[in-house]
Every structure is written in structure tokens, then in C-alpha cells.
């Protein structure tokens, strides 16, 4: 689209590649701040929110203030570069302030410690921390517009168009924010790509404003044919303080719109703002329900709603060159996007059979494109209908404006505070207060009320559009084709028995075929009463190994059976366990459904013995700011590719955890070797490696791809020793029975034979982990390569069992350093350990033969003497 503009200036070609890149510098900062702050204050969705409020907050206050300081300038071109170098140097700024802050908020947090005073304090910080950066972003959009726009009659097109190109920059930002640029250059190096834009936007400002590009007639009046009609920046003035109009060389003046319009332009423009925040937290709470959560799934629904918006104010842009009433085009648009959000529900089910997770089966490529398919086809057509609303705002702004700064700037601050509180009321109240699906119905109705405030007249046509309103308003407020909608998806057999809309997540409680459970965000199970035991072996084998342990700490709760089996009563020694839990709502299904099932409490009292503790918060934020030390560090199985999740296997993180050690604690990290590749195994052992003095490999079961281990670091040099004799135990457990009652046995677990699910020293064999990268906070490796590399089938059978093999071969358990207090007998355990996972895999593949070998080897080490 090629427009001339009413000067010496080539087009608005370069303005417009100007505010693109402006765009997509911007959704890298944010979505690299949004990062940061979520590792300072936690990833909690009232930590997101106060920090997207702060965010938000520097546009809003930003956009008003220069749209007014446009107006007395002489060259908009050259504020507006200022405006971009500020964005970099705040930028910049904003890493001192950070390191800053990192040092003080565990003081601040240990002196007032959770509640709304700590979120306010969150809030302050952040406003700190990026409002200045955002104050200057949000001058962008109304100084270009005031360089831009040169007749009042091109106000709403090329203000329309300029928004949609600047948020079609944004989308891409957030693609290659998301997908890309923190994996291949990390975090540091993203935001200086970031900043180095910015300069050069700022440059080119710069250069051009000097050449005399954009010179000319900078008024917002009519351009007449024969005639100058130029305004003195002193009679600008004062027509936005009079509300008049010079127009040519007549006198007088012409009256504008009436004040009320004005308001009611704003309003429209706050609701609309409002509206499309919180169809995007209702979107992605939406989808979490059929995708895995990674950082791509989020990205996904952000880059398809930055899009839609972008193009939908490019639609808008032409839409404003109409001659039909606005009122009447306003009107239809919503009625058209409320049409689609009414059979959203649908088709969202449709598209998803029935909320099916998405399985990344093949490729990467293959999965992705899945994934934005079936966003786009939800999402697109509503988002663009409606984000058609606020950039078509601004043909309603034209009849009337002043000036092209304020009306831009004031338009731009109002949608903008819109957006801050749809985000915050959307994700902490209408999830919470209506439900996903109850929310979606709230925001329609709130869309349909604004064809009655957007005069689209007495006509026969605008009657109609009312009518029709008024039709729809009743339909959604009665809920009819609403009421059989599901929440989430059960599999066969499953049973319903309570679900928790939260602002974190959608948490279930289920009865199935393995007895009670917990769902979150589709298929994702937190446990199950049918699999109590291995939950609580995850409490077990650590205390086992150091059973002189007074204080553990559990990061994640799930069902809570894991942390309440630090409270069994032959744990003697410990006296505090306090268990850390991200989403409320999983604490209350935890309590609801695990602590009475037919009389028997599943978390062995963790909600009411006085020695246990649960606290709702991030877990790797509540260690890096508590003051308190433990002697020992649980840390649960976590799906590592969900997002947020792979910061818990960095070395920051990490090296957190081992400030909370007290002399000759552990930290135990569970890994799912199921939901884990080879490659990124490697990297959260090698990155354990590097931050503690020693790190041993523990087994969960020998289930051959269903595998899971424990990554122990140590403080102490060696493991206590044990004075148990269970030769008897041992003997009795395989006596007389054959390879397939052998392969199923039950061990005799205590503080001797759990050297049998001993794997190895990590540390004496690190020369197997050399060539694998570290996982930084600044380079995440682990959450943006766990999901492009898993494909179904992790790191386990065949796979893992060679790698404890040369684990074990580096580090044969007769020499291993951790285990000089061992019994000769003792550390025989180990090999048995390998070989009886070598007999189940051979089992499992259907080879006899080779499972016969190495049972038998089994047996020799398992009855040493």
C-alpha cells in the first residue's frame, strides 16, 4: 500500500519500517523481561500479572505524556528517535537495577514474607525496574503518528495502519523471542540484539529528521485545494483548549464533536483494551488444556493474537476509508467477533477432538505447524474481527480531535489501561469467579453493551444492529448452548469429582481405574492413590540413604503422599518438613481427596502433624529468598519441557538450593527419563556436576521405559555407613522363585539394601558429560530443547541401562569414594542393581536367553556374603 503524504518526503514507506521494528523490538524486551522478573519474584500468575501491570502501566503513562509533548516540537522525527535511544538505555539500565534488586528482595521478602504486602512490593519493584523502558515505548506510536498524519481525513486510516504494521512487528518479535533467539544467543545477548535495534531505529530518526524528510504541513486541518490552511503552534493551542477549529483562511471557528463523545471514544477505546486482554488469558487457559505448556505452546497463542490484532487493524485501516457511518461499521464488527466467540466453545472442541492433547508424534516442524493451526483456527477469526475495534476507534477520534498527538496518545493510553485490567481481572477473578467457559460469556456480554454506547443511530440499518444486540445479549446471559460444555477432557473410566478453575490452572480430581487422582491442564497427572507407592519411595530413598536428617524441604506437593512419607514414623529424626506447592488449587485437592479415602490418609497427616508445613509459592523463589536451612532438598518429577519448568535444572538454581544446605545435606533432583532425551539428561547432570562437590545416580524402578532416577548432591564425602545385616531378608526375598516371580519381586527396603537402586557416581564418571553445555538462566537449554527434542520415548531402556553401565564401569562400586563406609557385601547391591534392570529390559524385548544370563548374575551379587 503506497500513500503520499502532503511534503517533500518519499512516503510513509519508512515510518512505517520504523515502527515495525519498533514492534518487534518491544515483544523482545517484554518477553525477555517477563522472563527475568518470573525468576525474581516467582512464576506465579499474580508475579506475571504485577509485572505486566507495571509493564503496561510506563505505555499507558507514556503514550498520554508524549502525545501532548509532540504537539511542541518542532520535529516529531527527532523526538522520536530520543524516544528509541531512551527504550536502549533504560534497556541497559534496567540489568544494574536488576542485580540490585536480586541482592536486596531476599531481605525484603524474609522481613514481610507472602501475602498482598509482598505483591505490592513485587509491584514497586517492578514498576521500577521497567517503567522507565515502557514509558518511552508508549510515546512511539503517537509521535510517528504525529509525523505521519497530515489531513484530518487520513487520521483513522493511517493511524489504523500504522498500529497494525507496528503490532505485526510485535508478533514477530514474540516468535522469534519465543522460538528462537534465547536458545541460540541466550538471554543477555537477545536483549543486546534488542538494543541494538533500537539504536538503530533511533539513528535513522536521527539521520532523516537532519535531510529535512517529513517536512511540510504539520497541522491536523484539511488539506484544500488553492489553499494553505496551516495553524501557528499558538493557535494549536489554544483550539485544544477551546475545542475549536481553524479552518483555511475563514474566521471563526467550528465546533467539534460534543465533549461526551469524546468520553464515550475512550471508554470504548479502555473496554476494548480490556476485552482482548482477557480473551488472551482465557485463550491460553484454553489451549493449556490440549497442549504439553511448553514455552512454545504460550508463544504460539501470543505470536497468533499479535497477528490477528495486527491484521485486524489493517483491516480496520481500510475499513476507515468507508463512506458508511462508523457507528454502524463499529457495530457490525462486534456483533460479527461476538457471533464467532458465541460457537468459540465449539469449535475449539472440534478442532481439538473433544480436548485431546496434542501429541508431538513426528517432527518438529510437523508438530509446530500442528500447533498454529489449530490456534489460528480458534483464535484467528474472533481476534481479528475484534481487533478491528480499537484501531477503528480512531476514525471516531478524526470528526473530532484537536490535535493528531493527543488523540492518539490518549487513545492509545486509555486501550492500554484496558488491557491492564482485563489482564489482571481476567486471570485472578473471572477464571476463579465464572469459569473458562463462564468468563468467555462474561466478555461477550460485556462487547455487546458496547454497540449501545458506539451510536450507531436511529436508521433502519441501526436498529437493526441494535435488535440483533439485544438478541444476542439475552442468548448469552441465559447461557443457552452453554450448559454441557466440558472443562476437561477424562479418559475412559475416569469419573469426575471435582474441578478447580483457579488463575494458575485447571486442577481436576478423578476417580479412575487407579483409584483417586489429580489432573492438571488436560492429561497431566500430579498421582494417583494406585500409585501411593512409588510416590512415597520418592521420600523414602533419599531418608533411607541419610536417615539422620532432621529438616526436608519437598519442592512440589502434587497429592502430597511423597512429602507426607517424610512424616512416617520410621523416619525417627526428622522434625520439620515443609512442602512447597506452586498452584493453590493442587493444595486443595491434595487436602479434599488424599487425606480421608475410606479412612486412610494418603499424606500420612502433612496437612495437620505440627512438624509439617505447606506453603503456596514458587518453590525456587522461596528458596532463594527463605533464610531457613535444611538437611535435605526433595525436589519432585516435573515435566521439563512445561514452561517454567526448566528452570528448576539450572545452575542458578542449583547453586540456590546448596545455600540452603545445612553441613552435610543433600539436594535430591527426580528426573522422568520417560519425558526426558539423552541429550538433555547430559545436561542437567553435567550442570549438577559443576555446582555440587558430589552428585551420585539413584533408580526408581526398573520398569524399562517407565524409568525415572534421582540425581543426589552431596555435601559430605562419603554416605553414612549402616550397620543392618540383612543377609536372611535377602535370601528369603528370592528363594524358590522362578524368572518371572523374580522379575516382579518385592525388595527388603532399608538403609543396606537401597544400594541396590545405586546407579553410580556422577562426579568420578563426569568424563561422559565433558561435551554437554550447562543449563543457565541466561541460556535455558533444557526448556526450549526438552520439547523440540522429545519425540514420545525418552531417555530409558537400552539407552539408559549402557549408560549406567559405563557409569558403573568408570566408577566400579569397590572403588567408588562415596561408598568407602559400605560393607564389601554392601556394595556388591549396585551391580545386582544393573544386572536385574538388564534381565527385565532382555524380558521386556522377548529375549529369554539374555534374561536368564542376567538374572543369574543378579543372583550372584544380590547373595553375596
Avoid at 475549536?244 to 473496554?271: A, I, Q
Amino acid at each position: 500500500m503506497s500513500l503520499r503524504l502532503e511534503n517533500r518526503g518519499s512516503g510513509i514507506f519508512i515510518p512505517l519500517v520504523l515502527v515495525f521494528l519498533s514492534g518487534f523490538a518491544a515483544l523482545v524486551y517484554q518477553v525477555l523481561w517477563m522472563r527475568q522478573l518470573g525468576l525474581l519474584f516467582g512464576n506465579t500468575a499474580q508475579a506475571s500479572g504485577t509485572t505486566f501491570a507495571a509493564f503496561f502501566a510506563g505505555v499507558a503513562v507514556g503514550s498520554w505524556f508524549f502525545g501532548k509533548k509532540v504537539e511542541r516540537v518542532g520535529h516529531p522525527l527527532q523526538l522520536y528517535g530520543w524516544l528509541e535511544v531512551g527504550i536502549a538505555v533504560m534497556a541497559l539500565l534496567y540489568f544494574v537495577v536488576l542485580w540490585f534488586f536480586e541482592a536486596v528482595y531476599p531481605s525484603i521478602f524474609r522481613s514481610i514474607g507472602t501475602g498482598w504486602m509482598l505483591l505490592g512490593v513485587k509491584f514497586l519493584l517492578s514498576l521500577a525496574l521497567i517503567f522507565p523502558p515502557a514509558f518511552f515505548m508508549g510515546g512511539t506510536i503517537p509521535v510517528m503518528g504525529r509525523f505521519v498524519v497530515k489531513r484530518r481525513g487520513d487520521f483513522g486510516s493511517l493511524s489504523a495502519l500504522m498500529y497494525g504494521v507496528n503490532t505485526i512487528g510485535a508478533a514477530l518479535g514474540a516468535a522469534v523471542a519465543g522460538f528462537w533467539l534465547p536458545l541460540w544467543l541466550g538471554f543477555h545477548l537477545t536483549c543486546g540484539l534488542a538494543v541494538m535495534i533500537s539504536l538503530g531505529i533511533g539513528a535513522v530518526s536521527f539521520w532523516l529528521s537532519r535531510g529535512g524528510f517529513g517536512e511540510g504541513d504539520l497541522s491536523c486541518d484539511e488539506v484544500v485545494e488553492g489553499e494553505s490552511a496551516r495553524l501557528s503552534r499558538q493557535e494549536r493551542r489554544l483550539l485544544e483548549r477551546q475545542g475549536g477549529e481553524k479552518r483555511g483562511g475563514e474566521e471563526g471557528r467550528v465546533d467539534v464533536e460534543r465533549t461526551g463523545d469524546g468520553k464515550r471514544v475512550m471508554l470504548l477505546s479502555f473496554v476494548s483494551g480490556f476485552g482482548i486482554l482477557v480473551l488472551e488469558v482465557l485463550w491460553t487457559r484454553m489451549f493449556s488444556q490440549v497442549f504439553d505448556n511448553s514455552v512454545y505452546s504460550f508463544a504460539t497463542v501470543l505470536v497468533v493474537v499479535l497477528l490477528s490484532l495486527g491484521l485486524g487493524a489493517i483491516l480496520s485501516s481500510g475499513l476507515a476509508r468507508l463512506k458508511c457511518s462508523p457507528g454502524l461499521i463499529l457495530g457490525g464488527l462486534i456483533i460479527f467477533g461476538v457471533g464467532i466467540l458465541v460457537v468459540t466453545p465449539r469449535l475449539f472442541l472440534w478442532v481439538t477432538d473433544g480436548m485431546s492433547v496434542v501429541e508431538a508424534g513426528g517432527s518438529w516442524s510437523a508438530y509446530v505447524w500442528d500447533v498454529f493451526g489449530k490456534v489460528a483456527l480458534v483464535v484467528g477469526p474472533l481476534a481479528i474481527l475484534l481487533g478491528t475495534i480499537f484501531p477503528f476507534l480512531m476514525k471516531f477520534e478524526e470528526r473530532r480531535m484537536a490535535s493528531v498527538g493527543v488523540s492518539l496518545g490518549r487513545l492509545v493510553a486509555f486501550n492500554t489501561a484496558g488491557a491492564i485490567v482485563g489482564a489482571m481481572v481476567g486471570g485472578f477473578f473471572f477464571l476463579g469467579g465464572f469459569g473458562m467457559w463462564g468468563s468467555l460469556r462474561v466478555v461477550g456480554v460485556i462487547y455487546l453493551l458496547m454497540v449501545f454506547i458506539s451510536s450507531v443511530g436511529r436508521s433502519f440499518a441501526g436498529v437493526g444492529v441494535k435488535i440483533v444486540s439485544g438478541v444476542l445479549l439475552m442468548l448469552l446471559i441465559l447461557g443457552v448452548g452453554w450448559r454441557d460444555l466440558p472443562v476437561v477432557r477424562l479418559n475412559d473410566g475416569e469419573r469426575l469429582v471435582q474441578v478447580w478453575e483457579g488463575s494458575e490452572a485447571t486442577v481436576a480430581g478423578v476417580e479412575g481405574r487407579g483409584g483417586i487422582g489429580i489432573k492438571m491442564g488436560g492429561d497431566y497427572s500430579l498421582g494417583t492413590t494406585g500409585g501411593a507407592f512409588g510416590e512415597k519411595f520418592q521420600a523414602d530413598l533419599p531418608l533411607m540413604v541419610y536417615p539422620e536428617t532432621e529438616s526436608v524441604f519437598f519442592l512440589g506437593v502434587g497429592t502430597g503422599i511423597t512429602a507426607g512419607g517424610a512424616l512416617d514414623p520410621k523416619f525417627k529424626k526428622v522434625k520439620r518438613v515443609v512442602a512447597c506447592e506452586l498452584i493453590p488449587e493442587v493444595v486443595d485437592a491434595a487436602r479434599d481427596h488424599f487425606t480421608d479415602v475410606d479412612g486412610f490418609d494418603y499424606t500420612a497427616g502433612l496437612f495437620e502433624d505440627s512438624r509439617a508445613e505447606v506453603v503456596v509459592a514458587d518453590g525456587r523463589h522461596y528458596l532463594g529468598a527463605t533464610n531457613e536451612m535444611f538437611g535435605m532438598i526433595n525436589s519432585d518429577l516435573f515435566v521439563p519441557y512445561r514452561s517454567g519448568a526448566g528452570s528448576l535444572y539450572s545452575r542458578e538454581h542449583f547453586e540456590s538450593a546448596r545455600e540452603r544446605l545445612s553441613e552435610g545435606g543433600v539436594f535430591v533432583q527426580w528426573l522422568p527419563l520417560y519425558q526426558l532425551g539423552k541429550n538433555e539428561f547430559m545436561i542437567v547432570a553435567r550442570t549438577m556436576v559443576e555446582v555440587f562437590d558430589r552428585v551420585s545416580m539413584w533408580r526408581h524402578n526398573f520398569h524399562p521405559g517407565a524409568e525415572y532416577v534421582a540425581l543426589i548432591g552431596h555435601g559430605g564425602e562419603v554416605l553414612p555407613g549402616c550397620d543392618l545385616d540383612r543377609q536372611e531378608d535377602k535370601f528369603l526375598a528370592v528363594q524358590g522363585k522362578g524368572v518371572e516371580e523374580l522379575l516382579g519381586f518385592d525388595l527388603p527396603l532399608d538403609p543396606q539394601t537401597i544400594l541396590f537402586f545405586y546407579a553410580g557416581n556422577l562426579t568420578e564418571a563426569r568424563s561422559l558429560l565433558e561435551s554437554y553445555p550447562v543449563n543457565t538462566d541466561n541460556r535455558p537449554l533444557i526448556e526450549y530443547l526438552a520439547r523440540r527434542n522429545f519425540k514420545g520415548r525418552g531417555f530409558t531402556g537400552v539407552e539408559f541401562g549402557e549408560f549406567v553401565g559405563k557409569v558403573l564401569e568408570l566408577c566400579p562400586p569397590m572403588r567408588d569414594p562415596l561408598l568407602r563406609n559400605r560393607s564389601e557385601v554392601n556394595r556388591r547391591l549396585p551391580l545386582a542393581g544393573d544386572a536385574f534392570h538388564r534381565a527385565r529390559i532382555a524380558w521386556v524385548r522377548g529375549d529369554e536367553k539374555a534374561s536368564e544370563d542376567a538374572l543369574r548374575e543378579f543372583l550372584v551379587e544380590w547373595l553375596a556374603e
